[in-house]
């Protein structure tokens, strides 16, 4: 089969693998706290995310004093990462002024890459209060 010139033969697998190779580069913090809320109905915790990875933490801390190596929330958009509020079927993460809805659909597919986040992958993902990504599961 002939390609173009300087085209890869299959950009679609290229993606998926540059993604799946983006998650694992991701560092997730705080999993073996809440996987046992997990399962219990009605659980409720937190979670901050930008490209480094994830920190999970029970919902009685503040968001900004969850920080990771590489993983910030300030308050008022200072930090590099989004805070945000997980509830069984629902992931509400809050206005950021650095990222874009785009940019938060993007990390969105990595995280879900994550084996860790197995469990949200059939959830609705909200940002600023407006429904960006419904699972796939």
């Known amino acids: 089969m002939a390609m173009a010139p300087g085209r ?3 950009p679609v697998v290229l993606s998926q693998n540059r993604f799946l190779h983006d998650a694992r580069s991701m560092i997730v913090y705080g999993f073996d706290s809440i996987a046992p809320m997990l399962e219990q109905d009605g659980y409720l ?3 901050l995310a930008n490209d480094s ?6 919902h009685t801390k503040e968001h900004r ?3 990771q190596p590489g993983i910030k929330y300030a308050d008022d958009s200072r930090g590099n990462a989004l805070a945000a509020m997980v509830k069984p079927g629902r992931i509400e993460i809050r206005s950021h002024r ?3 809805d785009e940019r938060v659909k993007r990390l969105i597919d ?6 860790e986040l197995e469990f949200a992958r059939s959830f609705v993902f909200t940002y600023q209060a407006r429904t960006l990504a419904l699972g796939t599961d």
């Open 8 to 10: 890869p033969a299959m």
């Open 45 to 47: 915790f937190k979670m």
């Open 53 to 58: 990875g994830v920190v999970f933490f029970p």
């Open 65 to 67: 004093d969850a920080t």
């Open 98 to 100: 650095q990222f874009t």
């Open 110 to 115: 990595r995280i879900l890459l994550l084996p």
